[in-house]
């Protein structure tokens, strides 16, 4: 899965993880194990089978442990090596190479949109992925390749939509938009977690965007919006108004794994799929009979 245009991908890990205190208190919230991963390793891991090999972590205090994951851990290769532990060192290797990471710090917490400004000097003229560490989307074709297959067809921002229920409208951007074919619409406008009496639909903007290099300067004329933040919705919101912008309903079963219920659902789920463990663990399930 490849695309040449989308070369690189955006992956904001700034914020606080309020929604996940108090685990989030000192160690950052994208480092929470789903299983045996960290949850921004999934992210990573999409990201390379699409084919990305430029990953730019926006990283704030006390978000260390992100680098150290991804960089190459001498002491610890010596350690398995010298154990004969072969497979693990091949795993752990995997990790490092997964992609080349470039970290910036986010000083100050503006929001989303402030964020993604953050990349502007690493990202260029080109067009880019935003991938939010939240969502974790188990899919047969990566959420990410998804929407870079209809950008290459239509050369204009995507951003990954899915329905949600009506009272989950409020943890949303929200998207008003135009059928254009299956699984595709034209957005016409966008507003970020409206009440449901507000919401112009139940489309919900899931932590997947391919972006073009104008949103940049966009963004710094966007002011605060939504909880006094930098709104990357209200970004796109004045692209939408002026050239064309598409929303694709990904397809795959989506976790939101920043919250405390979501991060539950998908350990079951991807501890049930777990080769190693899938068994033993459904049969504990069972013997629970909840
Ligand atoms: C962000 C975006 C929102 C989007 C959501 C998806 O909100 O601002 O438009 O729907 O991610 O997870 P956050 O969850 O960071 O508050």
């Given at each position: 899965m490849s695309s040449l245009s989308v070369m690189k991908a955006v992956i904001p890990a700034a914020g606080?993880?309020?929604?996940?205190?108090?685990?989030?208190?000192?160690?950052?919230?994208?480092?929470?194990?789903?299983?045996?991963?960290?949850?921004?390793?999934?992210?990573?891991?999409?990201?390379?089978?699409?084919g990305i090999r430029n990953i730019i972590v926006?990283?704030?205090?006390?978000?260390?442990?992100?680098?150290?994951?991804?960089?190459?851990?001498?002491?610890?290769?010596?350690?398995?090596?010298?154990?004969?532990?072969d497979a693990l060192l091949k795993e752990i290797r995997r990790i490092s190479d997964l992609a080349r990471f470039c970290y910036v710090r986010q000083r100050h917490m503006r929001?989303?949109?402030?964020a993604i400004l953050c990349a502007q000097h690493l990202i260029g003229d080109e067009p880019f992925a935003v991938m939010?560490?939240?969502?974790?989307i188990d899919a047969g074709v990566?959420?990410?390749?998804?929407?870079?297959?209809?950008?290459?067809?239509?050369r204009a921002p995507i951003i990954g939509v899915q329905e949600v229920a009506l009272d989950e409208v409020s943890q949303y951007?929200?998207?008003?938009?135009?059928?254009?074919?299956?699984?595709?619409?034209?957005?016409t406008d966008l507003v970020e977690k409206p009440s449901p009496a507000d919401a112009p639909?139940?489309?919900?903007?899931?932590?997947?965007?391919?972006?073009?290099?104008?949103?940049?300067?966009?963004?710094?004329?966007?002011?605060?919006?939504?909880?006094?933040?930098?709104?990357?919705?209200?970004?796109?919101?004045?692209?939408?108004?002026?050239?064309?912008m598409y929303?694709?309903?990904?397809?795959?079963?989506?976790?939101?794994?920043?919250?405390?219920?979501?991060?539950?659902?998908?350990?079951?789920?991807f501890g049930l799929k777990n080769p190693e463990l899938g068994e033993r663990f459904a049969r504990y399930l069972k013997q629970l009979s909840i």
């Open positions: 606080q993880g309020t929604r996940f205190l108090p685990a989030t208190k000192s160690s950052p919230k994208e480092m929470l194990p789903l299983v045996d991963k960290p949850l921004i390793q999934y992210i990573a891991e999409e990201a390379a089978l699409a926006i990283s704030g205090r006390g978000k260390r442990a992100i680098e150290d994951h991804f960089d190459i851990s001498y002491e610890l290769e010596e350690t398995l090596k010298q154990s004969g532990k929001g989303l949109g402030d939010l560490g939240d969502e974790i990566p959420a990410i390749a998804q929407l870079m297959e209809v950008y290459d067809r239509l951007g929200i998207i008003t938009a135009k059928p254009a074919g299956d699984g595709l619409f034209q957005v639909s139940r489309l919900a903007v899931i932590g997947r965007y391919i972006l073009t290099p104008e949103v940049f300067a966009v963004l710094e004329k966007t002011p605060p919006g939504k909880n006094q933040e930098v709104q990357l919705t209200d970004a796109l919101r004045t692209i939408a108004k002026r050239a064309p929303a694709w309903v990904i397809k795959g079963k989506r976790f939101d794994a920043g919250d405390k219920l979501g991060f539950l659902k998908a350990t079951v789920e």
